[in-house]
């Protein structure tokens, strides 16, 4: 009986190539570099650092786009990704005199950005590997190409839960940063991340923490909370019961003094 071939399929989370990455189309000014993202953190990054690269992305010009930039990283779908500021998005990318990266595809649809270096993506592919779900990893993998020697990250804190309406996004892309970062250090550069950012940030040390003490504390303050906040509803409850017996008595005394008491004259007395 024959036997179906099993179709191949590639695996990108392999590391195809451990030789030196192909240098990127960027030059790069010192030996350090601040990438920034728009996290809290994103306000610790030390604007003033004349001996550091600094690197920004995405939509982040519209709280910052007065800083010195040297490089801006747009790897997405600029149009789709702008559909409701895409002129002023455009603006800010053919304004500066920072090396503006995008996509080869992107590159051509607007020709109006000058200083435009295509993303090397198959370059950086044959050494990382594809474990890029975010933008912060692509740029962390085109600073170790490019030789710098401490990389700060800045406003990617890549929070454990939560973000904007309950979303999880973040979270589960925080393990691609995290590789690159490992990469970084695992050839000897120094990166710095802010005590505020997840990034590399473990609730316990696994196997010497009593994790179930820490859970116990936070349940106990989560208890905590809760009783408070059910307190302050009753509060709320009561009070508002309160305007409503208010609300009643003076409709019932307008009714009154609509019906039976006119405005020229006092409860069984005529002026």
Same mark, same amino acid.
């Given at each position: 009986m024959?036997?179906k071939?099993?179709?191949e399929k590639?695996?990108l989370t ?19 570099v601040?990438?920034v993202?728009?996290?809290?953190s994103?306000?610790d ?5 004349e001996?550091?690269?600094l690197?920004?992305m995405n ?5 910052a786009?007065?800083?010195n930039?040297? !490089?801006?990283f747009q ?7 702008? %559909?409701?500021?895409?002129e002023?998005?455009?603006?800010f ?5 920072f090396t503006?990266?995008?996509w ?6 607007y020709?109006q950005i000058?200083?435009?270096?295509v993303?090397?993506r198959?370059d950086?592919?044959?050494v990382? =590997?594809?474990?890029f779900t975010?933008?912060?990893?692509w740029m962390?993998?085109?600073?170790? !190409? ?5 990389i700060g990250?800045?406003?990617?804190d ?11 996004e973040?979270?589960n892309?925080r393990? %691609?940063?995290e ?17 505020? %950012? ?5 609730p316990f ?6 994790s179930?003490m820490?859970?116990?504390?936070m349940?106990g ?5 809760q009783?408070? !906040?059910? =307190?302050i509803t009753?509060?709320?409850?009561q009070?508002?019961a =309160?305007?409503f017996?208010?609300q =009643?008595?003076?409709e019932d ?9 006119h405005?020229n004259?006092t ?5």
């Amino acid at each position: 009986m024959a036997t179906k071939k099993s179709e191949e399929k590639p695996d990108l989370t392999v590391v195809t190539d451990t030789t030196e990455p192909p240098k990127p189309p960027y030059e790069r000014k010192h030996d350090r570099v601040n990438i920034v993202g728009f996290a809290p953190s994103w306000k610790d990054t030390p604007w003033d650092d004349e001996d550091a690269d600094l690197w920004g992305m995405n939509a982040l010009h519209k709280v910052a786009a007065d800083k010195n930039w040297d !490089a801006w990283f747009q790897l997405h779908d600029i149009k789709k990704n702008h %559909s409701d500021d895409l002129e002023e998005h455009l603006e800010f990318l053919s304004s500066g005199d920072f090396t503006v990266f995008l996509w080869e595809k992107e590159a051509e649809k607007y020709p109006q950005i000058e200083n435009v270096a295509v993303y090397p993506r198959e370059d950086m592919m044959n050494v990382f =590997g594809g474990y890029f779900t975010n933008t912060v990893s692509w740029m962390m993998a085109i600073a170790i !190409a490019l030789g710098y020697k401490e990389i700060g990250i800045y406003g990617i804190d890549m929070a454990q839960s939560g973000g904007i309406a309950g979303s999880r996004e973040y979270q589960n892309q925080r393990p %691609s940063c995290e590789y690159f970062i490992g990469w970084a250090k695992g050839m000897g550069i120094e990166v710095f991340i802010p005590d505020t %950012s997840d990034l590399l940030k473990a609730p316990f040390l696994y196997g010497y923490d009593d994790s179930s003490m820490i859970r116990k504390k936070m349940e106990g303050r989560l208890k905590e909370l809760q009783e408070r !906040a059910q =307190g302050i509803t009753q509060q709320r409850d009561q009070a508002q019961a =309160g305007v409503f017996q208010i609300q =009643g008595a003076i409709e019932d005394l307008q009714y009154w003094m609509t019906n039976w008491v006119h405005e020229n004259e006092t409860m069984g007395k005529k002026k």
